[in-house]
């Protein structure tokens, strides 16, 4: 069950899904990923929070808020296509969302309280999906996805943007 085949996501998405250990599964992948990107933001110094490594790069909590925004949209693709609509679902503009999320304006904790809350309706959604609903595809910005992908994409994503602030913001 674990293994994804190439058809089911856009190419753009590989190094987030080779960014999984998928034999956890995506549950307790999800439960695995909640624990250490709380663990990790949780350990970031304060001074960092507003960090940009350059002119016109994301602040740490921009790229925590994107995280969250992320697999909100994520998620709602995951249900669409659980749920057989065949309606081809949009892409969606991440540098817009950043610009008006307005996380600057929030603190480390309250972004924190918003990510553990999405995870937490992100791990019990997927829960809800049977073998055969996790390998359900669907459209999303143009190209075919599954549900299954999908999992795997919300933890790749929030594991490469972890990577990045490791290696040019700390």
Request: aromatic share 12%.
């Amino acid at each position: 069950m674990n293994s994804i085949k190439v058809s089911e996501y856009n190419p753009y998405y590989k190094p987030y899904i080779d960014a999984v250990n998928k034999d956890l599964g995506i549950v307790e992948g999800l439960k695995q990923n909640l624990e250490d990107v709380v663990s990790f933001y949780s350990n970031i110094p304060k001074e960092k929070h507003s960090y940009a490594y350059a002119e016109g790069k994301w602040t740490i909590k921009d790229v925590l808020l994107h995280i969250i925004d992320t697999e909100r949209i994520f998620a709602y693709r995951a249900l669409r296509i659980a749920r057989q609509d065949g309606t081809p679902l949009a892409g969606f503009e991440q540098d817009d969302y950043v610009v008006h999320a307005n996380a600057e304006k929030r603190t480390m904790e309250s972004l924190l309280e918003e990510y553990r809350t999405v995870r937490q309706a992100t791990i019990t959604l997927f829960s809800s999906y049977d073998t055969d609903t996790l390998l359900f595809i669907g459209e999303a910005s143009g190209f075919p996805v599954s549900v299954r992908a999908i999992g795997y994409i919300i933890m790749g994503h929030e594991n490469h943007h972890l990577k990045i602030i490791k290696e040019r913001y700390l």
